[in-house]
């Protein structure tokens, strides 16, 4: 089990549950004294049913197999080991760079596979709010890693109009002497799924992503040079490889389909919704694990806490 108690698998979680008793179990899980009263040992379950390898194998697979295609479209930035695409980490320095490579060149799109980035603890500030004795964040979390990481004005073309998410969650509209000053970034994420099954925890996976790199661009100052564009994200599910064969330039990606965007109006009122349950059950919390309501579902018997849920 991930030290991380607070990650995008919490989130997608709960979006396929809807069980408030499992999100808070797994909210606690770290810090039991600031969520659980009494503190309690949780049951385990039976039997562990783990992850398909075999699912996860091949999702690592596909997602090697559509970089191998993508790291040899114009403007790709990667970091590679034996023909592998690994980790790159997007800092202040790093995206300083990506500006001044754009503002002299501000037709290109650049596209960055796999680079991972500060999950900025003012988002936890935002969703916990303070409780005295209480310091610190009462969750731990780690940082983020999409799979495509877009930059640029060019992709503002497949919009009527480009919005922008701020920080604190509120979304405003970008003026067109903005887009001569500020750069675009959209993120979009490799699945292992076919294209009628992206729904809404992929969705809120999105936007999580999103809402976090809008503080992040707060915490180092970039908001002149750049901005998170919220209505032009997305999911680039199972392809096959003819679909890649045409693939030369960034925007060959959208002209031929390669990806799927989320619906960001329903995602923001999904986020939304999820991150204002959490904040309800932190500030009822300490509580105790029972008079949290749980849901009966036919994935209940896949879920850790099912032993401790049948009993309590």
């Known amino acids: 089990m991930t030290k991380n108690n607070f990650n995008k698998i919490l989130l997608q979680s709960y979006i396929l549950t809807n069980c ?17 009263n009494p503190v309690r040992s949780i049951i385990k379950p039976k039997r ?17 197999k559509v970089y191998s295609h993508l790291k040899k479209v114009d403007n790709a930035i990667f970091q590679e080991t034996d023909g592998v695409v690994v980790m790159s980490h997007l800092e202040k320095d ?20 796999e680079f991972q980035f500060e999950n900025p603890q003012s988002f936890f500030e935002q969703l916990f709010s303070p409780k005295p004795n209480v310091e610190g964040i009462p969750v731990d979390f780690s940082h983020q890693r999409p799979d495509i990481i877009f930059i ?24 067109k002497n903005e887009k001569n000053k500020r750069f675009g970034i959209s993120i979009f994420d490799i699945k292992y799924t076919q294209e009628e099954k992206i729904g809404k925890k992929h969705f809120i996976e999105i936007f999580y992503y999103l809402r976090t790199l809008a503080l992040l661009l707060n915490k180092y100052q970039l908001t002149d040079k750049f901005y998170v564009r919220v209505n032009f994200n997305g999911i680039l599910p199972l392809r096959s490889e003819q679909e890649f064969k045409h693939i030369k330039f960034v925007g060959d990606i959208f002209k031929y389909n390669l990806v799927s965007l989320i619906m960001w109006k329903e995602s923001n009122r999904i986020f939304e919704n999820v991150m204002g349950v ?32 049948s009993i309590n």
Not at 20 to 36: I, Q, V
């Open 20 to 36: 408030k008793r499992r999100l808070f179990l797994e909210l606690g899980r770290n810090k039991p004294d600031l969520w659980y």
């Open 278 to 309: 959490i904040k309800k059950l932190w500030k009822k919390s300490p509580c105790s694990i029972e008079s949290i309501n749980l849901s009966l579902h036919q994935g209940c018997g896949y879920c850790q806490y099912i032993e401790d849920c």
């Open 48 to 64: 562990i049913a783990v992850q398909s390898k075999y699912i996860k194998k091949q999702g690592k697979n596909y997602e090697q």
């Open 152 to 175: 640029g004005n060019n992709i503002n073309e497949y919009v009527d109009e480009v919005f922008e998410l701020l920080g604190d969650g509120r979304i405003r509209k970008v003026s």
């Open 94 to 113: 790093r995206l300083i760079q990506f500006y001044d490579r754009l503002s002299h060149n501000p037709n290109i799109t650049l596209m960055l596979l």
